[in-house]
């Protein structure tokens, strides 16, 4: 099985070692990440400027390629230029901290999966719940657990698994769980500060406010100690208004408007 | 009425001052975009650099505050820093551009409306299908109308609309459309080419593989010279997959392997 692995940490974080240590137990792996941190960048990708592929090494031995961009663009570059061909599965991970609830529409872990999903490549982002978590050998296992599942039963074109691995001891995990994106999100607060010469700037900062109780959402899985595992997609239509805004009749609006 | 006016072209770009010239003959309108074009950010955020707040002036005149940030952040700043309540609603364009079918994924213009519908705000993205559009006053009074349509009729919490425009006279439009996002995407290449130094680079260019040919979706409409209207939300759950991995017994998974 040929794997490609991504994040957004960097291909210099702790998260992303322990992951391609695992899987390269039973896989070919090829990791291409980000060459610095690339948090929260959401689904972008650099098209205004070149991008620069370098061969990254790790205790003296090559690790992987890192690009001066985007984790979209690590998977895009990845598969495109770097292997040539589609792997069998993209990883993206481990994460530092929890994508859970609106958190995934910021992520950067979380898009360079779905930029897979999007180049008709199954794929897996992985996050354990914490930002200054230590241990991922656990997650790592998960992914395996995972990987296995993928490459017996396949995932539908254009979906991906979105999981969650709380930051606790394997014996304290509670199990594993299927799960909806769940509707936490966040009360931002943007700290305003001055620099050292009077200007004011402004940091954000905030609190999620967790409004998922049942466990059938990622936010409430992980709150209560399971492995959260969502699929998700990238077809972003509201169905539900789309029935509804038939009662707008846009069809006629222009014309009507237009005859004024 | 008061409206939220923010792009990802940037604050000086010719769309979003149409726009605003519109909306400000029936409303009170407070700009809010980037300071620097930022097409294809997706839904990134800053959270590791600080923002900075510019007011910026167009023809002498007092136009908007300029953020050093992304489109989403200027959406945050905007409505908890700058205008320091909700506005009734938040428009992001006009883009210089097409947004439909998986261009969605990667738009800045989008994900402005994005972070509206996220904080409960009402929200439209609009955008004239052209990069080198020069022409936005059929688009600016497309705005202007669904403004109005919104107003009276309401947008379910969490939903905005996606609104594509043909880069065409007024008189050539065919009508307006409700859709959904199209299945259309890029054949993604990279251009390899050699620095002054004799260093690789990688320039992503591609080309959209159309393959939407039904007017219900955003991508033909536009094609067929219809003015496009897309709702759209943030819950990417692919519930389809979810109904269908009920089978993988995730919940026996972890026991069965934890007992290995």
Not at 213 to 219: H, K, V
Request: glycine residues 6%.
């Amino acid at each position: 099985m040929k794997i490609l692995v991504c994040n957004d940490d960097g291909i210099d974080s702790v998260g992303i070692y322990e992951l391609v240590n695992e899987l390269k137990k039973t896989a070919e792996v090829t990791v291409v990440a980000p060459l610095k941190e690339q948090s929260a960048v959401g689904h972008g990708i650099t098209m205004q400027l070149p991008l620069r592929v370098i061969n990254y090494y790790k205790n003296g031995n090559f690790f992987g390629y890192a690009v001066d961009g985007t984790p979209a663009d690590c998977v895009k570059i990845g598969i495109r230029n770097i292997m040539k061909e589609s792997p069998d599965l993209v990883i993206s991970g481990i994460n530092h901290g929890s994508n859970t609830a609106i958190n995934i529409i910021y992520s950067g872990t979380v898009s360079a999966a779905r930029e897979a999903a999007i180049m008709d490549v199954p794929a897996i982002a992985i996050s354990v719940t914490n930002h200054t978590a230590k241990q991922f050998g656990f997650a790592a296992k998960v992914a395996q657990m995972l990987t296995q599942e993928i490459a017996n039963r396949g995932l539908p074109k254009g979906t991906l698994l979105n999981v969650n691995v709380p930051d606790l001891p394997e014996e304290e995990i509670s199990g594993m769980l299927l799960t909806k994106q769940g509707k936490s999100k966040w009360d931002d607060i943007y700290e305003q500060r001055k620099d050292p010469y009077g200007r004011d700037y402004y940091w954000l900062t905030g609190n999620l406010m967790e409004i998922d109780i049942e466990l059938d959402t990622d936010q409430a899985a992980v709150k209560n100690k399971y492995v959260s595992v969502t699929p998700i997609h990238f077809d972003l239509t509201d169905y539900d208004t789309y029935s509804r805004m038939k009662e707008w009749k846009l069809e006629e609006l222009l014309n009507a408007k237009q005859k004024k």
